[in-house]
């Protein structure tokens, strides 16, 4: 007769998971840990992009916020400069010739640049542009070298490379003669259609002021004022208006 067969449990290991069919292999891994290597690297390629993701947008967000933060404070910055712009400029023509004008003067042309092109636009800065103007042409004509702008500013070249003011004054003419120029085309481009109706008497009044600046400061015959600065300092000058 045959033997009786032993019970499965009679053997140590089998007591435990009962069982178990020979050569079966039996594993502890979670389900996700099943997955081909193929899924694991798509699923971290998609984690690596959507990180990359919200960094752009995070970057962008600061952009957009100091883009934002850069526009208020520019425009308190132009409204604060206008109203000093104003206030200057009243100062200056209740003044009486004197050594006061020079710094004043020098003011309201630092800040016409500034507030040139800025944004909002403000209706009164072409007046505020036509003011300087005015300034500018009446004070070159003053014969007193301590409230005369252009000597004032040529006669200092105390600087680094011995130009000092002479550079600033150099510079500032040039860039009040480009903006003269583009409030000359400017207005030229506008006008184009209403000239017929409009005249030429229009324009000349509008823009009679920078165009008179415009010509002076491109002219150096025109500027008496070069017989009061010293001989070195005359050449300098001119080159403005080359």
Known sequence: ????????????EN????????????????????????????????????????????RAAILLQAASRRRVVRRAATARERAEWDARAAAYFAQAPGP????????????????????????????????LCEAVLANA???????????????????????????????????????????????????TTTSASSGAGADEGDLGAERRLLVYLTDAGSWPWLSALPPAHVERATLSAA
């Not at 069982?19 to 840990?33: L, Q, W, Y």
């Not at 006061?100 to 800065?125: E, F, K, N, S, T």
């Not at 130009?163 to 481009?189: F, I, P, S, Y």
Request: proline content about 6%; overall charge positive; aromatic content about 4%.
């Open 141 to 191: 004509t003053l014969t007193d070298a301590g409230a005369n702008w252009c000597i004032a500013m040529n006669t200092d070249m105390s600087g680094a490379g011995g130009t000092g003011l002479a550079a600033e004054w150099a510079m500032h003419t040039r860039k009040l003669a480009v903006l003269c120029v583009l409030a000359l085309a400017t207005r030229r481009d506008g006008a």
């Open 1 to 12: 007769a045959e033997p009786p067969r032993p019970s499965p449990l009679a053997q140590p």
């Open 100 to 131: 006061a004008m020079v710094p004043l003067v020098r003011a309201l042309v630092r800040g016409c640049l500034y507030i040139h092109g800025a944004r909002p636009a403000d209706q009164a800065d072409a007046e505020r542009r036509r003011t």
């Open 15 to 58: 007591m435990f998971f009962g069982d178990v069919a020979p050569g079966r292999k039996v594993t502890m891994r979670g389900s996700s840990k099943q997955q081909d290597r193929r899924s694991v690297l798509d699923q971290a390629k998609k984690e690596r992009e959507a990180r990359e993701t919200k960094r752009r947008q995070h």
